[in-house]
């Protein structure tokens, strides 16, 4: 591939090497690998389910152990919220001072519909605010929902002129109600955090992904808000932030897998996806670190379920990692024969599902427990499943590497094979999908942090068709942060219920009961 100066130039600029953007279009001109399925993670086999003495036991565990450590809540928050919006947009779009056309927008009463935002638009949180924001602008609001003129309101919610929902990431709006006033979602997971990220001397780190243009916004509302919760729950906020690298944004090309290139002449390149996030997760230092999306939350009322399964999945995740620990420290120190074999090799088919190579026997000792070591010592999760109520796709999964190697991974519907009719039916008879709710361990058993990005599984990137300035171009994502950046840890997968589980895709989702 031959690049011109000003190409380096910016490749330099990036911090990008340029062997990287080489790789990369290769990816571009060859494609990624399907996900090859051996089978679908069941409870029957693959999925840990608790019964409710093995809960308590797990949260007991947790409450006694984790506060001596160093916690931290993980929050992907760098997403706008414009999808969230996307059915608003188009009535703005299209508005016309219309009544036909109003009066068909409100009679429309699908759960998921313009007609009934609007008809319900009161029982959402930001609704006070969005009514003095209307006021602001010289309306009278009720007139206005008197004679069905809803442009002024629509402006005001999603416009920069108003209250910019829009454009502003999820994180930054008002999801629910409380006597005292709306609370954000990045509120909700400062709450959540009091609960069961509290460490022994008070202290709640809660890191947040977040975009560059919002930064600043976002550290202003974190600072305004956080004061009440720390006075509410006897806690100290530790709250960090950072933004996706510049380092691992990912170049486009055209539909021939040239360089997309702008007016100016440079090259494109666009952020890689959640997957780019592997490196802000590598940077932190806690001992347990828990990952959910910014849009996950519930109010006070039902977050005591959310609280009880997140201590299962620590709980878990600690009573595994003592008998690892223990095991490798052995194995370091020699102090491993013929009788420990055994049990070793029970702890981890029976509890982290790791498959032994055909082999395994044919070696000697040394190299029995050489292969162990380099098993166990790595990173571990712990995923929280739900069973799927809908249409199967991605979620839990066996899968073959090009190794032969058989582990347990988070896979999407897209790393999937739709052509393949034994892929569709093993992703067909998955039972579970994955809600994005982890406990990380990312340090070993003598204290040091794992390097994570040794444990990426550099094939399971994806590539989708997008648009610039009117051409197509193809962008290239990263391997998902909960799957192939992880394609290389320890994995437990756990069933927790469904009411763990309520995000919101779209602002009409705040309307659920959940979230009310």
Not at 346 to 375: A, C, H, S, T, V
Request: proline share 5%; charged share 30%; net charge negative.
């Amino acid at each position: 591939m031959e690049f011109r100066r000003t190409d380096l130039e910016q490749f330099e600029q990036k911090g990008i090497n340029k062997s990287t953007v080489e790789k990369q279009i290769r990816n571009f001109i060859h494609g990624f690998p399907f996900a090859n399925l051996e089978g679908a993670a069941t409870p029957e086999r693959g999925i840990l389910v608790c019964a409710p003495e093995q809960v308590d036991k797990f949260v007991r565990l947790y409450e006694k152990r984790a506060p001596g450590m160093r916690l931290e809540k993980f929050v992907p928050a760098s997403g706008a919220a414009s999808r969230m919006f996307r059915h608003l947009f188009s009535v703005l779009q299209d508005y016309e001072e219309d009544k036909v056309m109003i009066d068909r927008i409100l009679s429309d009463d699908a759960f998921h519909s313009a007609g009934y935002f609007l008809n319900n638009l009161e029982k959402f949180a930001f609704y006070l605010i969005l009514r003095e924001t209307v006021t602001g602008k010289g309306h009278d609001f009720d007139k206005l929902i008197e004679h069905k003129e809803y442009r002024p309101i629509l402006e005001a919610l999603l416009t920069e002129e108003g209250m910019n929902y829009g454009s502003l990431p999820k994180g930054l709006l008002y999801f629910h109600m409380y006597e005292d006033g709306p609370r954000h979602a990045l509120e909700e997971h400062l709450v959540e955090g009091a609960f069961y990220c509290r460490e022994r001397s008070g202290k709640v780190s809660v890191h947040f992904t977040v975009s560059p243009e919002h930064m600043e916004r976002f550290r202003r509302v974190a600072n305004r808000e956080k004061g009440k919760h720390e006075n509410a729950f006897g806690v100290v906020y530790d709250i960090s932030y950072s933004v996706q690298k510049p380092t691992t944004d990912t170049v486009a090309v055209d539909m021939d897998n040239e360089p997309f290139r702008l007016e100016d002449g440079s090259i494109l390149f666009r952020p890689g996806g959640h997957g780019a996030l592997i490196e802000n997760l590598n940077d932190l230092h806690a001992d347990l670190i828990f990952i959910k999306n910014i849009d996950n939350v519930v109010p006070d009322r039902l977050k005591t379920d959310t609280y009880k399964y997140k201590k299962l999945l620590g709980g878990i995740l600690l009573d595994v990692q003592e008998t690892v620990f223990d095991y490798l420290e052995k194995i370091e120190n020699g102090r491993f024969n013929e009788n420990d074999l055994l049990s070793i090799k029970e702890f981890m088919q029976d509890r982290l599902l790791i498959r032994f190579p055909d082999d395994f026997n044919d070696l000697d000792l040394e190299k029995q427990f050489g292969w162990i070591e380099y098993k166990l010592n790595r990173p571990i999760r712990v995923c929280g499943m739900v069973k799927n109520e809908g249409e199967p796709g991605g979620g839990p999964f066996w899968v073959i590497n090009d190794r032969g190697e058989i582990s347990l991974q988070i896979v999407e519907k897209s790393q999937i094979d739709p052509d393949d009719p034994r892929q569709v039916e093993i992703m067909n008879r998955s039972t579970h999908f994955n809600p994005v709710d982890l406990v990380c361990a990312t340090k070993n058993y003598k204290g040091e942090k794992f390097n994570l990005k040794s444990f990426v599984d550099p094939e399971t990137g994806f590539i989708s068709q997008k648009s610039r300035d009117g051409r197509d171009l193809k962008a290239l994502e990263l391997p998902g942060l909960w799957n192939g950046a992880m394609a290389g840890w320890n994995t437990i997968f756990v069933e927790v219920p469904i009411i763990t589980f309520n995000p919101v895709k779209s602002v009409n989702d705040l309307l659920r009961e959940q979230h009310q």
